[in-house]
Every structure is written in C-alpha cells, then in structure tokens.
C-alpha cells in the first residue's frame, strides 16, 4: 500500500466526519479550558466573512493557538502545518484528522497550491501563520510571504488576527488571559508585497507588537 502524501487534500476529505472531529477538539473541549482557565475574549467577529473566500492569518505566540482559532472561527479551519510535524505517528493521525496538511516552510510546492484551492471549494477556510513558527511576544518578524502569494492564486482575502496571551501557560481557573482581536478583511490583490504590508500593520495595529524586520 503506497504511502499517503499529507501534502495534497481532496474536497472529500473536508467532510462531515473530520468537520465533526475538529469541532469536538476545538470548539468543545479547547473552548472549556480556554474560557475557564484564560478568561478567552475575543473581539472583532463581525469582521468574519460569512462567506469562506479568504484565509486566516494570525500572529504566533503557542502551540494553542491553531486549535484556538479553529473553536472560535465559526467555519471549520484547515492548518498549514511543518512537514515534520507528520514524522511522528500519532501527530500524524491527530493532525489528518484535524484537517490540517504538511508544508515544506522552505518553498511551497505546487500541490500546497492545488490543496488551498480545494479548501476553498469546501465549508473551511485555509489557515495560516505567516511568521512561520511561534515567537515571543512584543515584536513581529521573520514572516514569510508564502500567504500573501497563496490569497493571490487562490483568489482569497486575508483575515488578519492578532492574538495576545497564549504564551502564559496557565492551569488555575481565571489564572491566564488571552485576547483575540480579529481585524477587517485584506482585499487579495496581485501586489503580494502590499498584502503583506498591510497584513504587518494590521496586526501592529492588533496587538500592539512592533514590527521587526529581519537583516539579511
């Protein structure tokens, strides 16, 4: 039996079972502790698209925050995820089943490209981070421009969100406490240099981070 390759999905493979299964893990179980541990709050949810024509793009503060987002988002929401990530077999498991499909961070390859375009013939919404991996908080940097092409060729708006606080690992009820600011649609254009300039405003504007550009 040949090995299946993480980094391509079908429409079929958004269905009604992993639909289900995401929001069981997200919206139930994450939103429990979240609420009653980090007191969650989330503004800006009339910023939502009620169609599914763009793709989720945050900062990236912990490992807590796609599955945050997934439970607060009212469409379910398919991660870009490090191909290695899919290297380990439960994560592998976990994570096919939470939708999500493997990337090489380096260079985004042609079925990258063909998945986000299946996503978007479904009820999701293809997420991303585009700093690529988790930072600390107070400064945004090291971001890479593979979203702003993917809104290009997909034809997709960005969704920029700024999240504050998951950083703080907390276990005590309304110990912790995260902020989830959603901002106003990006028009996708052909310019991905401009998507990505007003992706790093908003987010400034968001969270309140001071953008840090990377010297080469």
């Known amino acids: 039996m040949p090995k299946k390759d993480y980094t ?5 493979e958004y269905n009604i079972f992993r639909t289900f299964f995401q929001w069981a893990v997200t919206g139930v179980g994450y939103m429990f502790r979240l609420k009653l541990v980090y007191r969650l709050k989330v503004e800006g949810l009339e910023n939502v698209p009620k169609t599914n024509d ?11 925050d796609p599955p945050m987002l997934a439970g607060i988002m009212p469409r379910r929401v398919a991660y870009m995820a490090k191909k290695e990530l899919f290297e380990n077999p439960f994560m592998r498991w976990w994570l096919d089943w939470l939708g999500a499909f493997a990337v090489n961070r380096k260079s985004l390859g042609v079925s990258t490209i063909k998945t986000a375009r299946s996503i978007k013939n479904t009820d999701w919404v293809l997420g991303i981070f585009p700093q690529g991996t988790r930072q600390e908080p107070g400064t945004i940097s090291c971001i890479s421009k593979g979203f702003a092409g993917l809104a290009k060729a997909t ?3 960005i969704l920029p969100i700024g999240i504050l606080g998951t950083n703080e690992i907390k276990h005590l009820p309304f110990s912790g406490k995260i902020t989830v600011k959603i901002g106003e ?4 254009s052909d310019d991905v240099e401009e998507m990505v300039a007003k992706w790093v405003e908003a987010i400034q504007e968001l969270t309140g981070f001071k953008y840090v550009p990377v010297l080469e």
């Not at 989720?56 to 490992?63: D, P």
Request: proline share 4%.
């Open 185 to 188: 649609v990006i028009p996708y």
């Open 54 to 64: 763009y793709i989720v793009c945050a900062n990236h503060l912990s490992t807590m």
């Open 155 to 157: 034809k997709c708006n």
């Open 8 to 12: 391509k999905r079908s429409e079929s």
